[in-house]
C-alpha cells in the first residue's frame, strides 16, 4: 500500500551531513518494508553525494557529503519518490539458518523462562525454534541483529542484575526480539543459546551475515554438535541451510 498522502516520511538535520527520515514511530514489521522501499529507491535513483543509508526501526538516517549536495536539495531529491513508498515491495532478503545449542551450559536462563512462562524448557526451545525471525536493524555492537517477534509468553522485562560480559554467539531473548551477541559485551537479557555461526567478521566483504530486511531461523543443535564446529563445519552447514 502507497503511504501518498501520509504525513511519512518527516526529515530533520543529524549534524551538517546527515538527514533522518522519520516514519511511523513504532515497531513494526509493516513500518520497516517502508523504510526498506525508501532505501531501494534511493539506491536506484544514485543521487549523487549519498554515501550511507542506515535503517532503524522507525527511520532511515542518510549520510551525505555537503560539498556535492546541499541539505534543502536533497530533500527535494526524497519529495520526487516518496510518494512511491510501500509496504509491499518487493526487497531482496534471505533467510539464514543458525545452529543453535540451546540451554544448560549455553542458555543460562532457559530454566528460569520456562518456570516464569509456566512451560517446559523443552516448550521453551520448540516455541523459539518454531518461526522465523526478522530482522528490524543491525546495531547496539557491529553486526548485532534485532530480531522479532517472539511468542509473548517468552516475553519478559530486563534481567535485574546484568551480565558484565557474555561470550560472542550468545544467543538471548530481550523482551520481545532474538539477538545474537557478535563479540564479548555485557547484556541485561536473558540467555538462551549459543550459535559457534561466525555473524560478523570484519575481514569479510560483507562483514555482516545478517540485513535488515532479512529472516533468521534459529535451529537447535547438540552440545556436541557445536563443540565440533570448525570451518569444514560451517560450509557443510551453509551448503545444506543456506545456499
Same mark, same amino acid.
Given at each position: ?116 512462562? $509456566? ?31 517472539? $511468542? ?92
Amino acid at each position: 500500500m502507497s503511504i501518498e498522502n501520509n504525513q511519512y516520511p518527516s526529515y530533520y538535520p543529524m549534524g551538517d551531513r546527515a538527514i533522518v527520515a522519520q516514519f511511523e514511530n513504532f515497531i513494526s514489521i509493516d513500518v520497516s518494508r517502508k523504510i526498506q522501499s525508501f532505501l531501494y529507491m534511493i539506491k536506484k535513483q544514485d543521487i549523487k553525494g549519498v554515501m550511507e543509508l542506515l535503517p532503524a526501526y522507525n527511520n532511515l538516517t542518510i549520510v551525505y557529503n555537503p560539498v556535492i549536495i546541499k541539505y534543502d536539495e536533497l530533500i527535494m531529491e526524497f519529495k520526487k519518490i516518496e510518494k512511491d513508498i510501500s509496504d509491499d515491495v518487493k526487497i531482496e532478503s534471505k533467510t539464514v539458518h543458525i545452529p543453535v545449542a540451546f540451554g544448560g551450559e549455553y542458555g543460562l536462563d532457559i530454566d528460569e523462562i520456562a518456570e516464569r512462562s $509456566d512451560l517446559t524448557s523443552t516448550e521453551v526451545i520448540k516455541k523459539l525454534q518454531s518461526k522465523s525471525y526478522y530482522v528490524y536493524m543491525i546495531g547496539f555492537i557491529a553486526g548485532y541483529p534485532y530480531c522479532g517477534n517472539i $511468542d509473548e509468553k517468552l516475553r519478559f522485562k530486563r534481567r535485574s542484575n546484568p551480565r558484565m560480559s557474555v561470550k560472542k554467539g550468545t544467543v538471548q531473548i530481550a523482551d520481545k526480539q532474538v539477538g545474537i551477541f557478535t563479540m564479548d559485551a555485557p547484556s541485561g537479557w536473558h540467555i538462551v543459546g549459543w550459535t559457534p555461526m561466525e555473524v560478523f567478521n570484519p575481514h569479510h566483504l560483507p562483514p555482516g551475515l545478517l540485513s535488515a530486511g532479512d529472516y533468521v531461523k534459529l535451529e537447535p543443535v547438540s552440545s556436541d554438535f557445536v563443540k565440533t564446529w570448525d570451518k569444514e563445519k560451517e560450509k557443510e552447514w551453509n551448503r545444506n541451510w543456506n545456499m
